[in-house]
């Protein structure tokens, strides 16, 4: 199992969400660059980072800061969070965004993914964030209706090859992931599915692995030590 620590960021500071509620955020860990160094320090393979600014305005708030950590990261990077246009896929690209995670604008510009597809389907992964089953969008505060199984059959359709599946009730919560939900995406599609939300301790990340999942994001069971990158 590759564990891909979480560094979200809201203006320029590592936080985190509970159930996706900008309004029940909690700053965590040190400055972004020492978190960082931190997660590299501790072995991780590759690091998920959100611009959650971005990802309720529509637009890259964060892209100086996220270019400085890729510059810093001797591991690859993962971002989401405010990528709707191939300018900022491009951007992203050019500073040395290994994985670009889009969300919103993978349901709501099927051109504008489809020419992303086109350009760097190596670095393109799809977001699905869902609530109730139902796809949800601009930083998780909108709902479709849009069930999470279909959208991601859409997405396989199109030649794309990674899912981060997050179920946005369980998100911030150490809870435990969804792991029903998570067999039904995997068990319908061929694309690599990375899981998101909830995880807690190693027993989640062990059940998660007997599902044939082979990556999880975890960010608030890092900062408080319940899951390690390195086990002992």
């Not at 995670?101 to 597809?117: K, N, P, S, Y």
């Not at 995880?199 to 990340?205: F, G, S, T």
Request: hydrophobic share 40%.
């Amino acid at each position: 199992m590759k564990i891909l620590p979480a560094m979200d960021l809201i203006d320029g500071k590592c936080v985190r969400l509970y159930q996706g509620d900008f309004n029940k955020t909690t700053q965590v860990g040190s400055d972004p660059a020492s978190q960082l160094q931190t997660f590299m320090n501790d072995g991780a393979e590759i690091i998920h980072i959100v611009d959650l600014d971005g990802a309720r305005s529509g637009k890259p708030e964060q892209f100086e800061l996220i270019s400085e950590l890729c510059a810093k990261s001797t591991v690859p990077i993962q971002v989401g969070g405010g990528i709707r246009n191939l300018e900022t896929v491009e951007a992203y690209v050019n500073s040395g965004v290994d994985r670009i995670v889009i969300g919103t604008a993978a349901i709501q510009d099927r051109e504008f993914l489809q020419a992303a597809l086109e350009k760097h389907r190596k670095h393109i992964v799809i977001g699905i964030d869902a609530r109730n089953e139902k796809v949800a969008v601009s930083g998780w505060e909108q709902e479709t209706e849009m069930d999470y199984i279909e959208f991601a059959k859409q997405m396989e359709q199109l030649g794309v090859q990674t899912i981060v599946f997050t179920d946005i009730s369980k998100d911030g919560t150490m809870q435990g992931p969804n792991l029903e939900q998570l067999k039904k995406i995997n068990d319908a599609v061929s694309c690599k599915i990375v899981a998101s939300g909830g995880i807690r301790n190693q027993e989640d990340l062990d059940a998660v692995a007997a599902l044939g999942i082979e990556e999880a994001i975890v960010g608030k069971a890092m900062y408080e030590g319940t899951v390690k990158l390195r086990r002992s």
